[in-house]
Structures are given as C-alpha cells and as structure tokens.
C-alpha cells in the first residue's frame, strides 16, 4: 500500500484523469473530494462490499435457478 501525506487542499492525481482532494480535516475524520470520469465507480468501502454480496447472491441464484430442470411434456 502507498501511503502518502497530505494538507488540507492539496491532491493527488491517479491515472491522470483522477483526482483526489483533502477537502477537510477534522479530529480523526479527512473529507476528500474525488474527480473521475463518470465510467469510474466510486464507492465507500462498505458500500462496495454490500453490493459484491448482492451480486455473488444474485448470481449463485442464477446458477441454481439454472441447474433446475423441468419434465419436457
């Protein structure tokens, strides 16, 4: 993991077409600003999680609805 350091307005430029900003420091919270193309998502960590286990669920629903088989008539 890179860490780096940085004050309130300062950046750092991912990628060249992403841009983190320190918008905020207060007590142990940062609030950061992020620039990124519309295709990029952005999510908090948490978020990112809830949505990976929605997606393994609906797809593992997928498969099971898949492996059912009706009698042919």
Avoid: F, W
């Avoid at 430029?13 to 992020?34: Q, W």
């Avoid at 948490?46 to 669920?57: L, M, W």
């Amino acid at each position: 993991m890179l860490v780096l350091s940085r004050k309130r307005s300062e950046s750092i430029v991912i990628n060249e077409n992403i841009v983190i900003t320190v918008v905020e420091v207060r007590g142990d919270k940062v609030r950061l600003g992020i620039e990124a193309p519309r295709e990029v998502p952005i999510h908090r960590s948490e978020v990112h999680d809830a949505i990976r286990t929605e997606q393994a669920a609906a797809e593992e629903s997928d498969a099971d609805a898949a492996s059912v088989t009706t009698p042919e008539g």
